[in-house]
């Protein structure tokens, strides 16, 4: 089967660095996404990810390994509204999109 | 500006109930989708549409149905709403490509009394 495994939940302190992980078992691989979605709200697009290595995005930046199955979402200076829950998502080999669980991120003061 | 509409942001509705939840979107987008989202089950996919009149099941179709009679209009239909409906319901829109960023509404929570 399909499967896409990330942490339920962590606590960050502000200003500091967190990096949430994300591995996949998918069926084919055809990009990997990152959303962030605010309690009570939709879930927006951060970064996407097709080939090996890091992307930077201001304070975020993804990283990919594709012979792993392994992604991270790395955030630096953390900030009281990052507090939301981070979903990963896989395309697979059909175009499929495959969602995770999410994280949910708790930036302390 | 990309934009996605719901038609209700929260929904109340008794067991056996009929309900029509709809999607709009504005982007001239081929592709929509329906996704029910609950703790700790992350986003599953419901039906999708690639085109208008166009629908296809996802991964968990049992007891709704959808229609796409125009582009920009996607609608979910509970035929008689059961209490394990009760969820948060997101619909989202993509472009033609397969690896192009989804975008969603706001999302409709739904709770079946």
């Known amino acids: 089967g399909q499967n896409i495994d990330q942490p339920t939940e ?10 949430i992980n994300c591995t996949y078992q998918t ?11 605010h309690a009570g709200e939709a879930p927006t697009f ?8 890091l992307e930077e995005k201001g304070r975020f930046s993804s990283f990919l390994s ?28 059909n175009y499929q999109l495959i969602w995770g669980a999410g994280t949910k991120l708790i930036i302390k003061p | 500006d990309v934009k996605v509409t ?10 056996g109930e009929k309900v029509f939840l709809e999607c ?3 982007m001239d987008h081929e592709n929509m989708f329906w996704y029910r989202q609950d703790p700790g089950l992350g986003l599953r996919l419901i039906y999708f549409s690639y085109d208008v009149k166009m629908k296809e099941k996802g991964d968990i179709p049992e007891g709704y149905s959808v229609s796409r009679e125009k582009k920009e209009r996607f609608s979910l239909i509970l035929e008689s709403a059961s209490t394990n409906q009760t969820s948060m319901y997101l619909c989202a829109s993509r472009g033609t490509g397969d690896t192009e960023t989804q975008y969603f509404g706001p ?5 079946v009394l």
């Open chain 1, 10 to 19: 962590m606590t960050a302190t502000e200003g500091a660095i967190v990096q």
């Open chain 1, 27 to 37: 069926s084919g691989f055809n990009g990997l996404f990152w959303y962030q979605q």
């Open chain 1, 46 to 53: 951060l970064s996407y990810n097709v080939l090996d290595g």
């Open chain 1, 66 to 93: 594709r012979s792993k199955g392994y992604s991270y979402l790395l955030l630096k200076e953390l900030q009281m509204k990052d507090s939301a829950s981070y979903l990963c998502a896989v395309i697979d080999s």
């Open chain 2, 6 to 15: 719901q038609s209700s942001r929260y929904l109340v509705k008794r067991t």
């Open chain 2, 24 to 26: 709009v979107q504005d």
């Open chain 2, 107 to 111: 999302g409709t929570r739904l709770l």
